[in-house]
């Protein structure tokens, strides 16, 4: 066997562990770098808007009953008329208003009706206001006692008769308020990057939220709170 050969294993074996070694620094330093690269700070930023309701549904119920089934049908078609008089006399147009479904029920028919009922048939009918003039709404709202005077008492006290607010202007507002939130995301990253003796790079994510539209407050629904929350990921550098 030649002498030099295990000489020159040796040699091989003591450069590759060198090389390893020189390469693992380099891999090392790499990583450090990269990771230097990608710190970051998430951020969020709220927006927030009050704005009055430019719709409003408005369901008038009233309920009727007789053991005189026509008598009942022709009294629940006077009163109808004199809920839509009376929108008509506060300036309700016929595009504004609308019948609902009229339900009639047929104590007697009920297999779990009882027989002491004072009353055979009851009858329910709707009277829809839809409008976007909320002023409107409220002043004949205020005068609705009127109906009560006439033997026609709307009910107002329910899930299916509440009143409905609605805002359908949110496309025109979305801009402002994406802009606001996202500046106010801004605001508390250049905060941050200030505190960390950092410096604010550039945006490496963004998400704008869903905008949410929801009452003020429950005694005045016709006023309206828009709100977006954007989520924003910077860059940060020494």
Known sequence: MNKAQPFNIVIAACALAVGLLGLGFILKSAALDVKGMERTVHVKGLAEMEVP?????????????D???????GRVEEKSDAVVAF???????????SLGSQSIIDKQA?????????????????????????EKVQNALGAVSQLAKQGIAIV??????????LFNGLNEIKPNMIQEATEKAREVAMKFAKDSQSKLGKIK???QGQFSISDRDSNTPQ???VRVVTSVEYYLSD
């Open 156 to 165: 107002q006290d329910n899930y299916e008769t509440r009143i409905q607010y």
């Open 223 to 225: 006023l309206k709170k």
């Open 110 to 134: 009920r297999e779990y009706g009882g027989e002491n009922q004072q009353f055979r048939y009851i009858a329910r009918n709707n009277v829809i206001v839809y409008s976007n003039d909320i």
């Open 67 to 73: 053991n005189n089934l026509e008598k009942l049908v």
């Open 53 to 65: 309701a430019d719709t409003v549904i408005w369901p008038l119920q009233f309920s009727d009953a």
């Open 205 to 207: 994510t963004a998400r």
């Open 87 to 97: 929108l008509k006399l506060h300036g309700f147009s016929d595009a504004e208003i």
